[in-house]
């Protein structure tokens, strides 16, 4: 009776399962399948997994979040480029804390240029209060986490000129304060093998695995957006073969020649719709995830969905027994998963069906 409350969310799986179905039912190849090699490393929900990177790495560790896994995800915001992220690992594991002469002042907004504009505020102390408090949290994250996922978004880089220094975010200032340059495939394997060693200095149990993004950066050109792409892929390359315990992890692959078609793009051309961010999880939970929590993680999605759904008419019966239903669900599962937060699950249901309840 519930199944049209989910009709928006369904779809998608619809379109995913019914590219599977035509594919089985028919001798034409319809995709390119390459095989991937396993990570090996059977993630379960309990594994402290920390991401940083481009927009892309916010999005698988986002699907891992909504399916209750132990996530982290950019403490400095979107980074892009390698020269931001070694900077950033190397300040989270000192636990840097920042000072007033960290931060600089345009267009009434307090800001870093380590960060994303997502930490910026009109007041300062506010701006560093939300700084220092993310690199706090990601340095204790950090020291027991058992994998770290780096997504690699771009191959160029910003100097500011004025500063001397590289910066992870423009924040708008005009591009003639800076000097953009596409790194060389050596500076991004020493930045690689920088990252690599002062993350196995505050934890020496850390796997890592690194991803390319798949999200085209058009605003270089469709000819430097490529040449940026092939570097990250050379460097990447370079370092596993020094490091074959390094995963490798193909959603750059997965985009570009599997999926390859403009049905999986955004309306800009550039990002990775929903429908294929679903795809290359799906090749994530394959490759990277203990098979043991498939069932489990379509469950805790599911309830994710139910947390997020609204109607116009709240005050029906259909929409009580719906809130009911997903509150008992709910108990049972934070009951049978003690180690894992329902919390938001359960006040929510729990406000929600008081509510009806008392209305009732």
Not at 88 to 99: A, H, M, Q, R, V
Not at 240 to 245: F, G, I, L, R, Y
């Amino acid at each position: 009776m519930f199944i049209f409350r989910f009709l928006n969310y369904a779809k998608i799986y619809v379109l995913k399962n019914l590219y599977k179905k035509i594919y089985a039912m028919s001798k034409i190849k319809f995709l390119l399948e390459p095989i991937f090699s396993k990570s090996g490393y059977n993630l379960n929900f309990d594994t402290p997994c920390f991401f940083i990177g481009s927009c892309f790495s916010q999005n698988i560790s986002s699907h891992l979040s909504q399916r209750k896994f132990n996530v982290l995800s950019n403490p400095y915001g979107i980074l892009f480029d390698i020269l931001s992220i070694e900077q950033s690992i190397g300040e989270i594991c000192i636990n840097k804390k920042y000072s007033k002469n960290d931060l600089f002042l345009f267009n009434e907004l307090f800001g870093s240029w380590n960060h994303h504009s997502s930490f910026s505020d009109t007041n300062e102390e506010i701006a560093l209060d939300k700084i220092n408090q993310s690199i706090h949290h990601a340095h204790n994250f950090i020291k027991e986490a058992e994998h770290i996922i780096i997504t690699l978004g771009s191959a160029f880089s910003y100097f500011h000129m004025k500063e001397s220094k590289w910066v992870a975010n423009c924040h708008k200032v005009p591009q003639t304060h800076f000097k953009k340059e596409l790194i060389s495939i050596d500076r991004i394997l020493t930045s690689l093998e920088n990252i690599y060693w002062t993350l196995i200095q505050i934890n020496p149990k850390l796997k890592l695995t690194l991803t390319i993004s798949p999200v085209r950066h058009l605003r270089d050109g469709v000819i430097d957006n490529n040449r940026s792409k092939a570097r990250l892929i050379e460097a990447v390359n370079l370092f596993t073969k020094n490091h074959p315990e390094v995963y490798y992890f193909p959603s750059y692959e997965i985009v570009i020649d599997v999926l390859r078609d403009y049905r999986f793009y955004d309306i800009d051309f550039a990002h990775p719709n929903y429908l294929a961010t679903e795809i290359v999880f799906d090749y994530f939970k394959e490759l990277c995830i203990n098979p043991n929590c498939f069932q489990d993680m379509d469950i805790f999605y599911s309830l994710h969905l139910a947390l997020n759904h609204r109607t116009k008419h709240s005050k029906t019966d259909e929409n009580l027994k719906f809130i009911e239903s997903n509150l008992l669900k709910t108990k049972s599962l934070a009951h049978s998963f003690p180690h894992l937060d329902f919390k938001l699950e359960l006040d929510y249901f729990q406000q929600e069906y008081n509510k009806l309840k008392i209305g009732s």
